[in-house]
């Protein structure tokens, strides 16, 4: 009997038999079959549809008609997710994408899902407790995005932030966007809670109770385009136009948007959904042979897109 050992992992074998380890758990062959949940917030939102299709693409990179992807949504419902873990891995996924609804609900879950082989991989937000993270540089996404602002109103003017649910990624996009705007005394923050749900409808509802409120703004900043989106309605349903709107995502819709005469919408953070479900599905398939990972941690620079450079912009 003759035995094939690839160049790769000689010195991996040099090591376990000057040792006397046990490790050929560490020399797994690659899967021949790929089977992943994905969890995220809102199917409703397309970002979130567009890390479905990532998964999928780079799934099938590498495994061919052997991969699977299942998609559910948890509409920000901390229990709803938690049982979702637990049916992925009834259903013996290989690994999980998970948009986590709160940083630290799911530690007891991810634990369970890895005591059964499975990967746990935490996109676009954080999750306690998961093996690996994929996020956009969320803190850098709202200081380009909130830098542009102070600039296009002089540095002086009122300032409204359309929150959103408060997972890792919102929070540190507001954090960013507020750290660049105190650099500026002249410019006030009238308001920062309202929670939009990151949503065209939840847009349109809080921007529209803040124009109530507020008889001047100079600029709005949106946790994501679908909220821009809905503010955008707001203000011409209000018959308001005295301010700019900024936010993060880097949507098709919202550069299209951009592109239209007497918008409001002038700015956006990019973020890369595709790349993003890309890179956590080749770090679980590294993962699952056993490797060791270069970093635990992937954060995707943002890149501001504005009316400027929107024809050449690179979208999702």
Known sequence: MSIMIYKKYAPLLLACAVGMGTCFHALAEPPARLKIGVSVSDLGNPFFARIA??????????????AEVILVSSAYDVERQRRQIDQFVSQRVDMILLSAAVYDAFEEAIARAQQAGVK???????AAGADA????????????ACRYIAEQINGAGNVVILNGPQVSSIIERVQGCETVL?????ITILSDDRNSGGSREGGLEMMTHLLMIYPHIDAVFTINDPAALGAEVAAQQSGRDEFIIVSVDGAPSVIEAMSQPNTLIRGTATQSP???AKKAVEMGYEL?????????EVLIPAVLITPENNKSAKTW
């Not at 299709?53 to 052997?66: R, T």
């Not at 699952?288 to 635990?296: A, I, K």
């Open 133 to 144: 993270t994929v996020t956009t540089n969320n803190p850098q996404a709202g200081e380009i």
């Open 288 to 296: 699952m042979q056993g490797h060791t990972l270069e970093t635990n």
């Open 274 to 276: 595709t790349q993003m």
């Open 182 to 186: 105190a650099d500026y005394p002249d």
């Open 120 to 126: 746990v991989l935490a996109v676009d937000v954080n």
């Open 53 to 66: 299709q990532g998964a999928k693409a780079k799934a099938q990179e590498l495994v061919g008609d052997n």
